[in-house]
């Protein structure tokens, strides 16, 4: 079964790899999706953290993306592309275990998913939709390609997006996510970042090195 591009997400090359290494299909050892917890001793005591799992994975986070009614792509093709980055396909099955952080005006959320099947990133439009802008009435927003960490034995992905939204008082709103993707044979691991939101503030700028090393953590952190 294939997986699009990461909710959320750029790449690195998962090529050959010995049938005993973590991160390949086969022979894989299911790893244990509670060790994401770990990563948790990575950040200072001025962060919050809350912790959720071992569940059986969630099947509304699988599958495409539901989109808002009459929504334009450009390029026009990329639309399935577009509704499928980062979402892992339907019909998987296993276990999930998530880790939350909030701090220094951002919200990271790292999920790790230990699955039935293997899961193979499909890039076959990749390049053709490194930039996708999307709209639909007073909705605005993009979705780009962005450097992921390279991560032994994995296929890593990278993506950023930002929705603008004018609400009925003609305010406008936006929305920025960062996504990051490692895909580990038949195991998944997801970091996602956005600004904290605070009442009366404007939203802070998304710290994407640190997503990218709360991925590499958290692989490190499976594979212990």
């Known amino acids: 079964m294939l997986v699009r591009k990461s909710l959320l997400v750029s790449s690195v090359a998962l090529v050959v790899c010995a049938q005993a290494l973590a991160g390949c299909g086969g022979g894989q050892k299911p790893l244990d999706t509670t060790k994401l917890f770990n990563v948790q001793s990575t950040f200072g005591s001025d962060f919050k953290t809350q912790t ?3 569940n059986d994975i969630d099947p509304k986070i699988l599958g495409p993306q539901k989109m808002p009614p009459g929504v334009t792509f450009d390029p026009a093709d990329c639309e399935e592309y577009a509704a499928n980055t980062g979402r892992p396909p339907k019909g998987i099955r296993g276990k999930m275990s998530m880790v939350s952080i909030a701090g220094n005006g951002n919200q990271l959320v790292a999920i790790a998913m230990q699955t039935d099947q293997d899961l193979h990133y499909d890039d076959t439009d ?7 802008t999307f709209s639909a009435g007073k909705l605005t927003g993009y979705l780009d390609d ?13 993506t950023h997006s930002e929705i603008e939204i004018v609400g009925k008082d003609g305010q406008q709103q ?12 038949s195991a998944l691991v997801q970091v996602t970042a956005n600004p904290q939101p605070v009442r009366g503030q404007p939203p802070a700028m998304v710290d994407a090195d640190r997503a990218r090393e709360l991925l590499v953590d958290a692989v490190s952190a499976l594979r212990d």
């Not at 936006?174 to 044979?185: C, I, K, M, N, Q």
């Open 146 to 158: 962005v450097e992921a960490p390279e991560i032994d034995h994995a296929k890593t992905t990278g």
């Open 126 to 132: 990749a390049e053709k939709c490194s930039h996708v």
């Open 174 to 185: 936006s929305r920025e996510s960062y996504t990051f993707t490692a895909y580990l044979g």
């Open 52 to 54: 959720k799992g071992p």
